[in-house]
Every structure is written in structure tokens, then in C-alpha cells.
């Protein structure tokens, strides 16, 4: 398995910009949608490419207050 790391700073609107490589990992775009999902104690970033990526992802979702 290949570990990758890289940063980026939260903006002051509260907003991030994905890092080239990661972009790339993904085979993500500008106008494309990604999932922020969390597993324990990480967030999971994925690429949504289809309605069907959405299906069921809001169902057992627990919120969370900001």
C-alpha cells in the first residue's frame, strides 16, 4: 500500500483546495463532486461520478452540528 501525504490550508470562507496530486488520484475536476466521508477518526475523499454513488448516502448519516 502507498501512503500518500500532502497539505492544504483551510481559506478563511472555510474552503479548501484539493492538491494537484490528489485531483489526479481522484481523475477529478473542476465542476466535478467529491464525498467527504468519515470513518472513525479519518475523513475519506471520494470521486461522486454518477447519481447512483449518491444512493443510500444520506441514510444512516448522524449530523453533526457546526
Do not use: W
Not at 479548501?16 to 475523499?45: A, H, R, S, W
Amino acid at each position: 500500500m502507498v501512503i500518500v501525504v500532502l497539505t492544504s490550508k483551510i481559506s478563511s470562507k472555510d474552503q479548501i483546495t484539493l492538491p494537484k496530486g490528489i485531483k489526479k488520484l481522484l481523475n477529478v475536476q473542476e465542476g466535478n463532486v467529491v464525498i467527504f466521508e468519515k470513518q472513525n477518526d479519518k475523513i475519506v475523499i471520494k470521486s461522486a461520478r454518477t447519481l447512483r454513488d449518491f444512493k443510500g448516502l444520506l441514510k444512516n448519516i448522524t449530523s453533526v452540528r457546526l
